[in-house]
């Protein structure tokens, strides 16, 4: 599954924060972004599980044990979702092959009753990321982000708490050694 790093941001890329980002709400995130442009971006982390089952916010789910993840620090009260589905309404943006942002979360829910959706392709976020218009490359400027191309593979068969280290092994040999840096370098 190894990949070459991309400089630059767009939908469908994900964004692999520098072992040393001191912001906690992206400290050894990976980012699945699902929007670029002059006007800013938008991507939900993949790799921090949210403190709730879905079935505990929505009534009709309730007993599911379908897992929740936190998007990131931007209207956390919100529900998001990215998927490997087609067909899952008009709602739903193709962001790279095979991904999929958003859907007819009415659609969602009767096929989560039905069993007719496979859940092991979709993950669910509270909140999202946003960064601003030139924000995200300000930040890419100052090397907080790498860049690689998103993969449903990553994004939904690797185990959250494996996300970062298995992104930053994809980026090549020359990035290998980023998955060993101390969380606190100062402590080493």
Known sequence: METTQTNEPAAGRLLISDPFLRDPNFSRTVVCLCAHSEEGSVGFVLNRPYQQQLGALIPDLEGFDIPLYYGGPV????????????????????????????????????????????????????????????QLLTEMEDKSWLVTPASAQLIFQTPASNIWRTAVLTLGEQFHPLVHYPLDPQLN
Do not use: C, P
Request: glycine residues 12%; aromatic residues 12%; proline residues 0%.
């Open 75 to 134: 209207e956390q009260q919100t529900l998001h979702m990215v998927h490997a589905i087609e067909n899952l309404g008009t709602e739903t943006t193709r962001i790279g092959e095979g991904l999929y942002w958003g859907a007819d979360f009415e659609l969602i829910v009767e096929m989560i009753k039905a069993e007719a959706i496979d859940l092991d392709r979709i993950r669910f976020f509270m909140g999202y990321s946003g960064w601003s218009a030139g």
